[in-house]
């Protein structure tokens, strides 16, 4: 199992959206919300994820297809 520590931002139009929830089940990867700030124009979250590499680097960019900002917290690398 792997674990990476992900920052996530969310535009306007995704904040009600169950984007988190639907990628942790698709792909088999379990989230931990570290941080969350949630206004009516942006949503913030640092979620620690972990699961397979392979699910990882899936889930990853099925967040980044669905318009999700993804970015790398505490020295982790994840893939453009």
Known sequence: ?????????????????????????KFDVMPNIRRAKVTESVGEVVLELEGSEKNLEAGITYLREHGVKVEATEGDIVGS
């Open 1 to 25: 199992m792997a674990t990476k520590r992900i920052k996530l931002t969310f535009p306007q139009e995704l904040i009600k959206e169950p984007v988190i929830f639907t990628m942790a089940k």
